[in-house]
């Protein structure tokens, strides 16, 4: 009598499938690792980006002060141009310290005093001294101050203020409207 053979079929992963499942398991690998990498890459222009801000908010500040305190008046809030007197300097301009009259982006500013942030303690390990760790705003960051007659409202102005800069060889900006009136 012939002998009976059981068929036995192996149970078990191909290689064509190994190498199927390795693919898509690798793609999956590699997205994650692009999308941590993005995070990475915002989390770090996040300060830059708040520092922008902050500066932005500087200038509306000084230009409400000269107002206020009538520093400037109504006609002198504006930019420099052959038809207005207005003391702020047109286009975009590098960040310095503020000049006598104390004003953010007008011709008295300190050029020999750039704008720089405190980004850490100096050697003494203690923060607010004078070795500080300073990083200078300048010449990677800008700022446009720039005004606007609103129209049909002969006492009231929009402010536009640009920060433009560069974080990681990416030109970013930041852009702040305001609206001023010529009421204190």
Same mark, same amino acid.
């Given at each position: ?97 503020? %000049? !006598? &009259? #104390?004003?953010? +982006?007008? @011709? /008295? *500013?300190?050029?020999? $005093?750039?704008?720089?942030?405190? =980004?850490?303690? %100096? !050697? &003494? #390990?203690?923060? +607010?001294? @004078? /070795? *500080?760790?300073?990083? $200078?705003?300048?010449?990677?960051? =800008? ?42």
């Amino acid at each position: 009598m012939p002998a009976i053979r059981k068929s036995t079929r192996q149970r078990g992963f191909t290689l064509i499938e190994a190498m199927i499942s390795i693919v898509i398991l690798s793609f999956g690998v590699l997205s994650l690792a692009a999308v941590y990498s993005q995070g990475l890459f915002y989390a770090n222009t996040t300060q830059v980006d708040y520092i922008a801000e902050k500066k932005a908010e500087a200038a509306i500040e000084t230009i409400f002060t000269a107002r206020d305190t009538q520093l400037l008046t109504w006609s002198q809030i504006n930019n420099t141009n052959g038809s207005t007197i207005g003391v702020f300097l047109p286009g975009p301009q590098p960040l310095y310290a503020p %000049g !006598p &009259d #104390g004003l953010i +982006g007008t @011709a /008295d *500013d300190d050029a020999t $005093n750039p704008d720089a942030v405190i =980004t850490g303690p %100096g !050697p &003494d #390990g203690i923060l +607010g001294t @004078a /070795d *500080d760790t300073k990083t $200078n705003l300048n010449p990677w960051m =800008t700022r446009t101050i720039q005004f606007q007659d609103v129209n049909g409202e002969p006492n009231l102005r929009q402010i536009t203020v640009t920060i433009n800069y560069t974080v990681a060889n990416k030109v970013r900006s930041f852009v702040l409207v305001s609206y001023i009136s010529a009421f204190a």
